[in-house]
Antibody, heavy 124, light 106 residues
């Protein structure tokens, strides 16, 4: 079974840091581009960051560039998101999501597999 | 690229035909997907490439494109279809989502 499981969320003060992880299983993780998507409480979906299968292409939303860092470890089948300089408006459920179809380059596509999400709450 | 989704909410009865629209701010060809999200759950891919049905998704869900306007249709609403639906363009970064349509049972 293809599964993504996020972890690492929690309550943090403004200006603080957090590291999210996403454990992948049931598929050849190293062959797929991956993403982080977030959803503020009661709001819509916002794409956060993308990383290619070999980590050679990385993209960020303007709202997080310079504060968040996406990375992956293909040997460990894991995806990470380092969150620094957190703000109150970063409060969201963060999902990791797989791009449909194997890709070895700069590929965009539908997000066909999602994790269950992990909540990041930023509050003083 | 902006994707303007409408309506933001709608109420329908079991058996009704339901239509949701996304208007892209520029030509995105067929690079648009549709997702379903139920409360407290992750989104689920239903339609990709504007009109292709994801494996395991019931055939009552369809998608179409006319120029920069994309339409998502549920041919006959089932009780389990109550959810919020989002479109997403993937013609170029950044990926962008529509604002969502909350579908409720009348």
């Amino acid at each position: 079974e293809v599964v993504l499981v996020e972890s690492g969320g929690g309550l943090v003060k403004p200006g603080g840091s957090l590291r999210l992880s996403c454990a992948a299983s049931g598929f050849s993780f190293s062959r797929y581009n991956m993403n982080w998507v977030r959803q503020a409480p009661g709001k819509g979906l916002e794409w956060v960051a993308s990383i290619s299968s070999r980590s050679d292409y990385i993209y960020y939303a303007d709202s997080v560039r310079g504060r968040f860092t996406i990375s992956r470890d293909n040997g460990d089948n894991s995806l990470s998101l380092q969150l620094n300089s957190l703000r109150v408006d970063d409060t969201s459920v963060f999902y990791c999501a797989r791009v449909r179809g194997e890709c070895t380059g700069d590929c965009l596509g539908a997000f066909d597999v999602w994790g269950q999400g992990t909540l990041v709450a930023v509050s003083s | 690229i902006q994707v303007a989704q409408s309506p933001s909410s709608l109420s329908a009865s079991v058996g009704d035909r339901v239509t949701i629209t996304c208007q892209a701010s520029q030509d995105i060809f067929n690079y648009l997907n549709w997702y379903q999200q139920k409360p407290g759950k992750a989104p689920k891919l239903l339609i990709y490439d504007a009109s292709k049905l994801e494996a395991g998704v019931p055939s009552r869900f369809t998608g179409s494109r006319r120029g920069t306007e994309f339409t998502f249709t549920i041919s006959s609403l089932e009780p389990e279809d109550v959810a919020t639906y989002f479109c997403q363009q993937y013609h170029q970064f950044p990926y962008t989502f529509g604002q969502g349509t909350k579908l409720e049972n009348k």
